[in-house]
């Protein structure tokens, strides 16, 4: 089965940048689709197609694939990007895919 | 817009099965595929398995193979996840997730608590 492996947490000041890593097997030839999820919430898609923004994603919300690391980057970090993200893959194997999940803290 | 919504929380005994329902407003339903995503308390998401309506097709991922069940009804645009079998490690909140084009899950339902519990 196929694997996606993410720091269990990412600190970050207000106003710098926060990045959060998914590693996984050429995960560069996958897309590569990235959730934040707040306490008791639903998660919410804020990249697809390792770097796409649905809309009303802010801008500071940015991704890249490549290798065996695809990486969320939020610019500009706020106190309201404190959350959990996952990445998520569809992988020929094991379907659909998700990381182990990031706490991001914005000290 | 499309939303999806969930029935409300159960209580099951070990052994028992849950019937969770998601209905879907706005958009043609039929044209959707929708994915079931589960989170246990303090822990990441799971996907459970699909399906997608107009065909009838269900996918299930192989931890659930034997135990989990999604069908849909297109009448009443909704969707149903029936899991059997309970046990205690089945206590989670459990999502139905619209399957946008490009693979990602773009519409998410509230989520439906389920505890499993003698």
């Known amino acids: 089965s196929y694997v996606l492996t993410q720091p269990p947490s990412v600190s970050v000041a207000p106003g710098q940048t926060a990045r959060i890593t998914c590693g996984g097997n050429?995960?560069?030839?996958?897309?590569v689709h990235w959730y934040q999820q707040k306490p008791g919430q639903a998660p919410v898609l804020v990249v697809y197609d390792d770097s796409d923004r649905p809309s009303g994603i802010p801008e500071r919300f940015s991704g890249s694939n490549s290798g065996n690391t695809a990486t969320l980057t939020i610019s500009r970090v706020e106190a309201g990007d404190e959350a959990d993200y996952y990445c998520q893959v569809w992988d020929s194997s094991s379907d659909r895919v998700f990381g182990g999940g990031t706490k991001l803290t914005v000290l | 817009q499309v939303q999806l919504v969930q029935s409300g929380a159960e209580v099951k005994k070990p052994g028992s099965s849950v019937k969770v329902s998601c209905k879907a407003s706005g958009g043609t339903f039929s044209s959707y595929t929708i994915s079931w995503v589960r989170q246990a308390p303090g822990q990441g998401l799971e996907w459970m398995g699909r399906i997608i309506p107009i065909l009838g097709i269900a996918n299930y991922a192989q931890k659930f193979q034997g135990r989990v069940t999604i069908t849909a009804d297109k009448s009443t645009s909704t969707a149903y996840m029936e899991l059997s079998s309970l046990r205690s490690e089945d206590t989670a909140v459990y999502y139905c997730?619209?399957?946008?084009?490009?693979?990602?899950?773009?519409?998410w339902g509230q989520g439906t608590m389920v505890t499993v519990s003698s």
């Open positions: 997730a619209r399957d946008s084009p490009q693979g990602a899950f773009d519409i």
């Open positions: 050429n995960i560069g030839s996958k897309s």
